[in-house]
């Protein structure tokens, strides 16, 4: 059972510090139209981001842009898992950051790469200590103390990510494979199609690609292609057009996803 420590939520930043005392594997992918910022606690567990593994320990801060699939593997129920999240929208950024300078790292890079912030190297920085901060005294701070100790990790973050080097994925086929189903998200490619194209058994591709993203690649590519359109339709784009532009063939499909997915219509979304 999940324990809510601190909880807050609006229309472009929400933030949790929850806590699992017997914590069990029942997160699938997923992904966001946000920016993810992810403070790990304690646990026994790991993230695979776009296929990329990444082993946790107290203090290291995850990263994650919007759309990038990401998955958290619990290892043992012996050990609590906490943790402290903030998401946020990427249109909170657009008055402070008209440039987008602040996240020209984050969006430039590969995904599955350069996601993890790791306790060693981050040490006593400033942007460790302000998210600790967060973490410890969280409960007294307003909107705007969160927002700003946030905005500050991600404004440390990039520097510090000049000095780091991408993550090499130890699976090349799935990395492979994760590149070119992001390359043709919103075409009509196939099982079959892919499985012509690598080589490989329809079986050793839908393994090889749920071991490295704990997703099928249909589910995969309809979480990326709702997002996309949910993106576009909220900035004034038809959604007729937004549903054939990302690959569904007709509206009424397109429609009960979005429903199902979102809680709401596209109409009442975009409002």
């Known amino acids: 059972m999940t324990e809510d420590i601190l909880k807050y939520s609006d229309k472009n930043f929400n933030f949790h510090h929850k806590i699992d005392r017997v914590p ?16 790990f606690i304690s646990g026994d567990c790991y993230y695979l981001v ?5 082993p946790l320990r107290p203090g290291d801060i995850m990263l994650m842009r919007p759309l990038e699939a990401h998955h958290l593997v619990i290892c043992s129920d012996s050990v609590p898992y906490e943790r402290a999240v903030a998401n946020i929208h990427p249109d909170l950024l657009t008055i402070i950051d008209p440039d987008g300078e602040m996240l020209a790292r984050l969006y430039g890079r590969p995904l599955g790469t350069l996601n993890r912030f790791d306790s060693s190297v981050l040490g006593h920085s400033l942007c460790s200590d302000s998210m600790q901060m967060v973490f410890t005294y969280g409960h007294e701070m307003n909107r705007l103390d969160l927002i700003s100790r946030v905005l500050f990790f991600l404004t440390e973050a990039d520097r510090i990510a000049k000095r780091l080097h991408p993550t090499n994925r130890k699976d090349h086929v799935a990395d492979l494979l994760i590149d070119y189903v992001n390359q043709n998200l919103f075409k009509t490619i196939s ?56 690959g569904y063939k007709d509206y009424s499909s397109f429609y009960r996803s979005y429903c199902n997915k979102f809680g709401c219509s596209p109409q009442e979304d975009k409002m």
Not at 50 to 54: P, R, V
């Open 191 to 246: 099982l079959q199609q892919i499985s012509d194209i690598f080589f490989l058994s329809q079986s050793q591709i839908n393994r090889i690609f749920k071991k490295s993203t704990g997703s099928s690649i249909g589910q995969y590519i309809a979480t990326k292609r709702l997002l996309t359109a949910r993106n576009r339709i909220r900035m004034g784009e038809s959604a007729v057009r937004v549903s054939e532009e990302c």
């Open 24 to 39: 069990t594997n029942n997160q699938v992918m997923h992904a966001h139209d946000n920016i993810e910022v992810f403070y």
């Open 50 to 54: 776009e296929g990329t593994k990444y």
